[in-house]
C-alpha cells in the first residue's frame, strides 16, 4: 500500500514524498517481524525511514485495514492512468509524462498514440519500447477496445454462430469484419444474417452465456459486449440485401473506398443496402453480384485490404488462392500434444472430421524413442494408415544447435525451431544427411503481444537457402508467420507448411483458420510444402517386445 500511495503521488507530480514512501516500504519488507508486533511496543517511530505521518497511517492499517489517504488518492487520480501503471516497464514518471504531453488518459488513448506514430522520437521511447507497450496493452486484455487475437475472436465467433443458428430461424448467417478477412487481430465481431423472425434471432442472442452488457438494440442491429470485453454487432438484414451488407460490412474500409469510386466511374452508387443505378437497385443479394454489378470479379475477403487486389484485378490476375479444402496435411502436430490427449482414436476421429490425408507427428528433440515406436504401433492398431490418413513422424529441434542431431526412429523429417533458441537464423542446420529439415517452426512474426517480433527477413533467406518450409499458423503472435510475413516468403521464394499447431484434436480444425492467413498473404497451392512433400519414410518399422 505504500508504493502504491508512492506511485500514485508520482503520478500527482510530487516531488520528495514518493521516495520517503517508498523507503518506508523497503524498511518494512526488511523488518523481519510482524509489524504489528512492533507497533504493540509503540516503536513504530524507530523504523528507518517511517516517521510521524507514515506511522499514523500503519497505525490506522492496523485497526481499521484501510489507509483514508491511499483511499483519497485512488479517487483523486483517472483510473485509466492507474491502469497504465500495469504495462511493463511503465512506472508513473513515465505515466505522468505520457498524460502531460500528449493527454493519455488510459489505454485506449495510448494504444491510438502508437498506430499513430505519437510516440516516435519522445524521449526514452526506442521502438523497443514501443513495441513493448504494444504487446503489454494487447494483454492487458480487461477493458473494452483491445484487439483481440484471431482464433480467440474466431472461437468466440463459431459459438456465437452455432448457438444462434440452434436457436433461431436463420436462413443465411456470417461473421464479416476483420474475423472474415482473417486479420490476425480483431478489434470487434461483426455478425449478419437473414431471418423471417428477426425478434427471436436477438432475444436468442441476448441470452448468450458471458454477456457484460448491451449497448443498444435497434429493430435491425444489436450490439452486446462479452467477457472478457469483446463487443460484437449482429445485424438482421433482408436476403435481397444480404450480399451488398457482406460486403459493405467484410471491408476493409481501404478496399471499400476504392470499390466505391470504381462504381462512381460507372455512374453506379453502392451502399450496405445494393448497387444502384439512379434509384434502381440493379444488385446485392450475393456478394458475386456486387461485385458483377460493378466489372469486377469476386474478391476472396482475405485480401481485401486495398494492396494490390484491385489493381490486380484489373489486370486479370487475382492469384488463385489455396483453397481451404486443397490443405489436406497438419504438418506439426507437438508430440506433447499427442502425449497429453493419448487416445489416438480421438485424434484421429479429429483428423478425418477435418478431412486431413496426413499428420506430422513432431518430437521435441530429446524424447525417447520407445515413446516414438509405441505411438506408431498406436497408430496401427487403430487402423489409421486405413482412414487413410499417413503419419509423419519428425523430431524438432533448435535451430543452430551444437551437434549431429540423432534420428534413432529413421524418420527422416526435421524441424529446426526458433522456440528457445537465438533470435537469427544460424549458418547451417547440423543433422546428419537421412535428415530433411521440413519446416521452421516457432517463428513469431506478428508483435501484437509481449515482446517484439522475429527478423523474419533473416528466416525467409535461410529457409530458402536450406530449401525448409516456413510454418503458419492460426497464432502468428505465439508463433507462424503472420500475412504480412507471408506475403515476403513467397516473393523470396520460400514454401509454406500449413498447421493447426493443435493442443488438442478438436483445434485441428484450426487449420482453416491457418489457411486462411496463408491466403491473406496471397499463397496460392504452388507456395505450399504440402504439394510437394518428402518422400514417404521407409516402411513403418514395427517394433516387436
Ligand atoms: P476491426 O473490427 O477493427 O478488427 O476491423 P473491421 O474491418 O471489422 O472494422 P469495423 O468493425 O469497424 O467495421 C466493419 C466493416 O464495416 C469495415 O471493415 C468496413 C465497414 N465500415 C465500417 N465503418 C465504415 C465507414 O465509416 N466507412 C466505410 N466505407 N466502411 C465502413
Ligand atoms: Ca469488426
Ligand atoms: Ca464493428
Known amino acids: 500500500m505504500l508504493d502504491e500511495i508512492a506511485d500514485l503521488l508520482d503520478l500527482q507530480g510530487e516531488r520528495f514524498k514518493p521516495n520517503a514512501y517508498r523507503r518506508a516500504a523497503r524498511s518494512l519488507e526488511a523488518l523481519g517481524e510482524e509489524v504489528a508486533a512492533v507497533s504493540a511496543r509503540h516503536e513504530l517511530d524507530q523504523i528507518p525511514g517511517v516517521g510521524a505521518a507514515i506511522s499514523a497511517k500503519i497505525e490506522e492499517f492496523l485497526t481499521t485495514g484501510q489507509i483514508e489517504y491511499l483511499d483519497k488518492l485512488r479517487r483523486d487520480v483517472p483510473p485509466g492512468l492507474r491502469e497504465l501503471l500495469q504495462l511493463p516497464g511503465v512506472g508513473p514518471k513515465t505515466v505522468r509524462m505520457l498524460h502531460l504531453t500528449l493527454g493519455i488518459e488510459g489505454p485506449q488513448e495510448l494504444a491510438a498514440a502508437i498506430e499513430a506514430g505519437k510516440l516516435k522520437g519522445l524521449a526514452g521511447f ?38 444462434i443458428r440452434a436457436g433461431a430461424p436463420v436462413d443465411q448467417i456470417v461473421v464479416a469484419g476483420s474475423l472474415r478477412r482473417r486479420r490476425e487481430s480483431v478489434g470487434d465481431l461483426d455478425i449478419l444474417a437473414t431471418s423471417a423472425a428477426p425478434a427471436q434471432v436477438f432475444r436468442v442472442f441476448a441470452a448468450f452465456p458471458d454477456i457484460e452488457a448491451v449497448r443498444g438494440q435497434g429493430e435491425t442491429k444489436m450490439t452486446v459486449v462479452i467477457a472478457p470485453g469483446i463487443q460484437v454487432d449482429l445485424r438482421v438484414v433482408p436476403p435481397e440485401s444480404f450480399g451488398a451488407a457482406l460486403q459493405y460490412f467484410t471491408g476493409s474500409k481501404d478496399h471499400n ?18 448497387v444502384y443505378r439512379g434509384d ?15 466489372h469486377l470479379p469476386f474478391f476472396p475477403p482475405e485480401i481485401r485490404e486495398n494492396r494490390g487486389e484491385i489493381e490486380a484485378a484489373e489486370a486479370g490476375q487475382l492469384p488463385p488462392l489455396v483453397p481451404a479444402a486443397a490443405v489436406l496435411s497438419d504438418l506439426h502436430v507437438d508430440f506433447r500434444a499427442v502425449e497429453s490427449w493419448g487416445n489416438l482414436g480421438e485424434w484421429k476421429a479429429s483428423a478425418v472430421a477435418a478431412g486431413l490425408k496426413e499428420l506430422g507427428i513432431i518430437w521435441p528433440e530429446g524424447k525417447s524413442g520407445s515413446e516414438a515406436r509405441a505411438l506408431r504401433t498406436q497408430w496401427d492398431d487403430n487402423g489409421m494408415e486405413r482412414a487413410p490418413i499417413r503419419l509423419r513422424l519428425g523430431i524438432e529441434r533448435v535451430a543452430g544447435a551444437a551437434g549431429a542431431l540423432s534420428d534413432p526412429f529413421d524418420f527422416g523429417i526435421s524441424v529446426p525451431t526458433r522456440r528457445g533458441g537465438v533470435a537469427t537464423p544460424p549458418k547451417a542446420m547440423v543433422g546428419p544427411p537421412s535428415v530433411t529439415p521440413w519446416t521452421v517452426s516457432g517463428l513469431r512474426t506478428s ?24 510454418e503458419v499458423t492460426p497464432s502468428p503472435e505465439r508463433d507462424g508467420l503472420d500475412s504480412g510475413a507471408v506475403r515476403a516468403a513467397i516473393a523470396a521464394g520460400a514454401r509454406l507448411a500449413i498447421t493447426s ?45
Open 126 to 163: 526506442k521502438d523497443r519500447k514501443i513495441e513493448l507497450l504494444r504487446g503489454g496493452l494487447a494483454a492487458l486484455g480487461t477493458s473494452d477496445g483491445q484487439r483481440r487475437p484471431l482464433l480467440e475472436a474466431w472461437e468466440l465467433a463459431e459459438r456465437l454462430v452455432a448457438r
Open 257 to 274: 473506398v476504392r470499390i466505391r469510386s470504381l462504381a462512381r466511374d460507372l455512374g453506379l452508387k453502392v451502399n450496405e443496402y445494393g
Open 280 to 294: 434502381a437497385l440493379i444488385a446485392g443479394r450475393t456478394e458475386e453480384d456486387v461485385y458483377a454489378a460493378l
Open 447 to 470: 508483435s501484437s503481444t509481449a515482446g517484439a517480433a522475429d527478423p523474419i527477413e533473416a528466416w525467409i533467406r535461410w529457409a530458402v537457402a536450406t530449401g525448409t518450409a516456413l
Open 501 to 545: 499447431r493443435p493442443e488438442r484434436p478438436e483445434d485441428l480444425r484450426h487449420l482453416g483458420v491457418a489457411t486462411g492467413i496463408a491466403r491473406r498473404g496471397w499463397a496460392t497451392p504452388s507456395d505450399l510444402l504440402s504439394g510437394s512433400l518428402p518422400p514417404a519414410p521407409r516402411a513403418p518399422r514395427r517394433p516387436r517386445n
